[in-house]
């Protein structure tokens, strides 16, 4: 998997620097991030599923772990067995059940977000089956496009940021 810049925001002034070649459009009813991905589920968002009444058991693949290094990082979220797709994937629809509370990194796929003391870069994960990907109707990564999509988040750094400094 290949990762290529798309941008960076300056956390102190919102101020964005992007590739303008760049176009990203995600794909109503496409699904295959939800085949394709093992999708790391962090405390926040076990915690954020249960409370719509799922249990962890459920959607958490115990099995499946990330590291960076030898640091423990997360667990995965569970694919069903008789198709390999994530476990909140109406296969119906190939729409999301949990939308508005998916993980974390279902949010920012295919994002990646790199912090650099004020600095926040974010790359795009190149994956070959993913169609939105340089997509004709696409939308280049501008403040607009990372505030609207991103703004708490990227909010949520902010905040980081200045209670480190003072």
């Known amino acids: 998997m290949e990762k290529r810049w798309v941008a960076t925001i300056h956390l102190d002034t919102l101020e964005v620097e992007s590739d303008p070649t760049f176009k990203f459009k995600c794909l109503e009813n496409c699904g295959k991030c939800c085949y ?8 926040e968002d076990i915690v954020r599923i249960e409370e719509l009444g799922y249990n962890a058991w459920e959607f ?12 423990f990082l997360s ?9 390999g797709s994530c476990v909140f994937l ?16 279902c949010r920012l796929y295919p994002f990646v977000f790199v ?13 070959p089956f993913c169609p939105g990907i340089n997509h004709p109707k696409g939308e ?25 400094e003072g």
């Not at 667990?75 to 198709?83: E, I």
């Not at 280049?140 to 480190?164: C, S």
């Open 90 to 105: 109406d296969s119906e629809t190939m729409r999301c059940k949990i939308y508005k509370h998916r993980p974390l990194a």
């Open 60 to 71: 958490v693949d115990y099995n499946k772990s990330f590291y960076r290094g030898d640091k």
């Open 115 to 127: 912090k650099h003391g004020n600095k926040m870069e974010i790359y795009v994960k190149e994956d």
């Open 36 to 43: 394709e991905l093992e999708i790391p589920i962090r405390n």
């Open 140 to 164: 280049p990564v501008t403040k607009e496009f990372l505030l609207r999509e991103y703004g708490d988040i990227i909010e949520d750094y902010r905040r980081k940021a200045v209670n480190l």
């Open 75 to 83: 667990y995965a979220v569970k694919k069903r067995p008789f198709d």
